[in-house]
């Protein structure tokens, strides 16, 4: 029986059922992150075309659903594994805050990047980036953030 409990117990903290701090504010925010201008330089590293250790460096404008700008999305890739994967960090910068992301990006498909904070209007967020490629070198960003009310 005390196993059981203990369990229970356990299972309800990491589920977060338990209120050990404040509430979250959740929402979602689209953006379109165009790599059709703005900055986007490869860097070949290792044996000549796409190896492990190769970069690619971006600064590109930030659209909302409209297309119309609203900032830039500015951050580095390291091919992990060529033509598929590559570890990425980058940065949304906005009128009110900033939100970094990093994580593994895909090739091709959806890719499901962790938000690792923010600043200004973003400050404490987490959650997670849901980016597409849209064929036409812009790429679908869905954030879903978590927030501490304040």
Do not use: H
């Amino acid at each position: 029986m005390r196993k059981i409990i203990l369990m229970a117990v356990f299972t309800a903290q990491v589920l977060g059922c338990t209120n050990n701090g404040p509430a979250e504010e959740a929402w979602t925010l689209n953006t379109i992150a165009d790599a059709r201008s703005g900055i986007a330089t490869p860097v070949d590293l290792g044996p000549p075309g796409d190896s492990p250790g190769d970069m690619f460096v971006f600064d590109q404008p930030l659209l909302n659903e409209a297309r119309e700008n609203i900032g830039s999305n500015s951050g580095y890739c390291v091919r992990t594994l060529p033509g598929q994967f590559s570890e990425c960090q980058w940065t949304l910068t906005m009128a009110d805050g900033t939100i970094t992301v990093a994580g593994r990006e895909a090739e091709m498909g959806t890719s499901l990047v962790p938000i690792i904070g923010g600043t200004g209007a973003f400050e404490g967020a987490s959650g997670v980036l849901a980016t597409t490629p849209n064929g036409d070198r812009t790429f679908t960003q869905v954030l879903t953030l978590l927030k501490p009310k304040k």
